[in-house]
């Protein structure tokens, strides 16, 4: 959203992404419009998806993520890395895994991660992962012994992992981003139900080897739930939560005055939050509010200067086959275009489906449906690559004999699009990642290298898999 993107010569920029495919044009403006790609009539991955492989036999504890450090879109610092929880079970005991990703390499055997003494490294799951300055990741996890708050350890992909820090929450309640050039901000919740509850914002800038003086978010008595974080191109931050039955948002600039906290609307017990903040003092909050079985989803695009107005409702329905809405959605994802791109999960004709849209300077005007309307899909993940694009990943349950889904038995889509500006996203047909059968936790990260993009999932026997998207230009 920070500038409007250049408008691109329709065949010849659509067929050089490989996205004049049929029945990929955009919707009718203004609404909930089905392309329904077949994914029978598809050539399931043409050849673009690797064979899906087993990246260790050991079983994860929660999803695996992929990083990939860089300072720009086009531009790696450093080699990338898979990083997940080893479970018990596995050789050695539980811990924290690190399979390093060098460039058009297939992920290398996992190893323990270690501490710069050679100790062996376990931070308790949920894990979160992010690029960082100097071509390293960081990890945020709680110690063993921990009983309270997290803590971030920074390392390359080969380690060893040092402490970069702390965090004032537990794993669960922390928050990662990052920033244009490599700045990683990491949002920790403090106080709780009694006492000074709020929000601890910590960055370490692309310049820097160390964390900023913390930063924190004055908020209301009560619990912080459903944090979310987002940084621009100066590290202006903008902060997102769930309290007392509200949702609020924060705007902390790297330099200048305080802002007040705002209130965007009323929210339910687990709203799923997305957040974005650019570098022309504008920012996006995207929501799902589950109750009572049914979701709204929200939009609330800021004016100058992060300010909020009224939110947008994009659609209300009753979830499909009584499945809770997925913790995955929304996602949004500023463009390499610095165009932004929405994709959520949404319901038509009592089934679950992909709806994506692209978000400038009017807002979101057009929405497109990029799974298909006769298969329930449930939204996985959405990331930007280096040419413009966007991959969308997600998965199919299938249906019971009573109509029930089997969130245990899913096949994995991914489609690859553009902001075909003005106001439309367009996608190519989906391609199939793996067919039905156990589908967890799946994920997805592109090498800043090329336009290679990497799935992850937990899969037969909790097991990490994975399959490369070849690069385009290859």
């Not at 955009?26 to 043409?46: D, E, K, W, Y």
């Amino acid at each position: 959203m920070a500038r409007l993107p250049p408008a691109l010569a329709a065949g010849a920029a659509l067929g050089a992404l490989g996205l004049l495919a049929p029945g990929a044009a955009g919707a009718p403006a203004g609404a909930l419009a089905s392309a329904s790609p077949s994914v029978a009539s598809a050539t399931p991955g043409a050849g673009a998806w690797s064979v899906p492989a087993a990246l260790s036999a050991c079983a994860a504890v929660g999803p695996a993520r992929a990083v990939f450090p860089r300072d720009k879109p086009t531009h790696a610092t450093g080699r990338g890395a898979i990083v997940w929880s080893g479970a018990s079970a596995c050789p050695g005991g539980a811990g924290t895994l690190v399979s390093a990703i060098g460039r058009d390499d297939v992920p290398a055997m996992p190893s323990p991660a270690r501490a710069p003494g050679g100790a062996k490294l376990s931070l308790r799951p949920p894990l979160a992962v992010a690029p960082a300055p100097h071509g390293q990741l960081v990890i945020a996890g709680s110690p063993p012994a921990s009983t309270g708050g997290g803590q971030l350890v920074q390392g390359s992909a080969g380690g060893p992992f040092s402490t970069l820090g702390t965090l004032a929450g537990a794993a669960s309640q922390n928050a990662l981003a990052t920033g244009y050039l490599g700045d990683v901000a990491a949002a920790s919740p403090t106080g709780g139900a009694s006492g000074r509850a709020g929000a601890r914002i910590d960055v370490e800038r692309y310049f820097a080897r160390g964390l900023s003086p913390s930063r924190i978010v004055p908020a209301q008595d009560g619990a912080v739930q459903a944090l979310t974080v987002s940084l621009d191109f100066r590290t202006d931050a903008i902060a997102v939560w769930r309290q007392r039955g509200a949702l609020y948002a924060h705007d902390l600039p790297a330099s200048g005055r305080p802002q007040p906290t705002q209130r965007l609307a009323g929210a339910g017990p687990a709203p799923r939050v997305a957040a974005l903040i650019s570098d022309d003092n504008r920012a996006i909050v995207a929501w799902a509010d589950e109750r009572a079985g049914a979701t709204s989803v929200y939009l609330d695009v800021s004016s100058e200067g992060v300010r909020f107005g009224r939110p947008r409702l994009l659609e209300r329905f009753a979830d499909p086959a009584g499945l809770a809405y997925p913790a995955t959605s929304p996602r949004l994802v500023r463009l390499s275009s610095e165009s932004v791109m929405m994709a959520w999960s949404g319901a038509e004709h009592g089934r679950w489906v992909v709806r994506t849209a692209a978000i400038d300077l009017n807002g979101l005007r057009r929405i497109s449906t990029v799974s298909d309307a006769h298969a329930d899909s449930l939204l996985s993940d959405l990331q930007p690559g280096p040419d413009g694009e966007a991959i969308a990943l997600w998965t199919e349950p299938q249906r019971t004999a009573d109509g029930r889904l089997d969130v245990r038995d899913q096949a994995l889509l991914a489609a690859r699009g553009i902001d075909a500006y003005p106001g439309r996203t367009i996608f190519a047909a989906p391609e199939q990642i793996a067919a039905a059968g156990p589908t967890e936790d799946a994920t997805l990260a592109f090498d800043p290298a090329s336009d290679r993009a990497l799935a992850l999932w937990r899969g037969e026997r909790g097991a990490v898999s994975y399959a490369i998207r070849a690069s385009s230009h290859s």
